[in-house]
């Protein structure tokens, strides 16, 4: 035998035990799936509740503009010059005395009431 099937042959046989997983490597890899696996219910479950609070912070933006609008039409209806105006035009209503009528103009439309 020469020198060099002998080197071939310990190099191939090194390579094999090389390549072959050991019992310690394979309760690593185990373990270390078992704790990926254990992490990824808790990480999608604050993955949802991070986008429930996203919705639930736009919804809490709108109800504020609605209540801030809503705010806005309570001080209007307290004002008795926007109370006497929405009398006035939308219902039609007249101090006691005077004369009601409507000017109309040019192009046909009357303007658009308060209500």
């Known amino acids: 035998m020469s020198a060099a099937s002998t080197a071939t042959r310990t190099a191939r046989a090194d390579a094999r035990r090389r390549r072959r997983i050991t019992g310690r490597a394979l309760a690593l890899l185990v373990i270390v799936l078992a704790l990926l696996f254990a992490a990824s219910y808790p990480l999608r479950s604050l993955l949802h ?18 209540h801030n609008n809503l705010d806005m039409l309570i001080r209007q209806m307290r004002d008795p010059a926007y109370v006497e105006r929405f009398a006035r035009e939308c219902l ?23 209500c």
Do not use: T, Y
């Open 49 to 66: 509740e991070r986008s429930q609070i996203s919705n639930l912070d736009q919804q809490v933006g709108q109800l504020q503009r609605e």
């Open 92 to 114: 039609g209503m007249i101090k006691p005395g005077e004369i009601p009528f409507v000017v109309v103009p040019k192009h046909g439309k009357a303007g658009a009431p308060l």
